[in-house]
């Protein structure tokens, strides 16, 4: 799994690629913990056209996300979703949840 991060104004954009599962928690986690602490990001992107698994731990931590950046007044916005990737994401009611929009 590779993970950048891109802040271009009040949005950063977290990018990753590959599998997307409880192998990867500490680094997603230290993905964002300083765009959760830096007051210009107002929105955080997940870019995940490039993820080709995902899991329910992944799962869990887009919640845990979503849960510490709306205590910071932050949106979080699931991008260019697709595939197998897209039915987890439905299934799991996670329209309901997160803002998922396709497009760059």
Do not use: C, P, W
């Not at 329910?56 to 510490?68: T, V």
């Not at 932050?74 to 803002?99: D, H, P, R, W």
């Amino acid at each position: 799994m590779a993970i950048t991060v891109q802040i271009r104004d009040n949005v950063a954009r977290i990018s990753m690629s590959g599998r997307f599962d409880f192998q990867v928690h500490r680094e997603f986690k230290e993905s964002y913990t300083s765009l959760i602490d830096n007051a210009a990001v107002r929105e955080i992107e997940i870019e995940m056209s490039k993820i080709d698994y995902l899991d329910s731990s992944a799962l869990g931590m887009l919640m845990l996300l979503n849960e510490r950046a709306k205590a910071a007044n932050k949106s979080v916005v699931l991008m260019n979703t697709s595939g197998v990737v897209a039915q987890v994401l439905e299934v799991a009611n996670f329209s309901k949840i997160f803002k998922i929009k396709s497009g760059s």
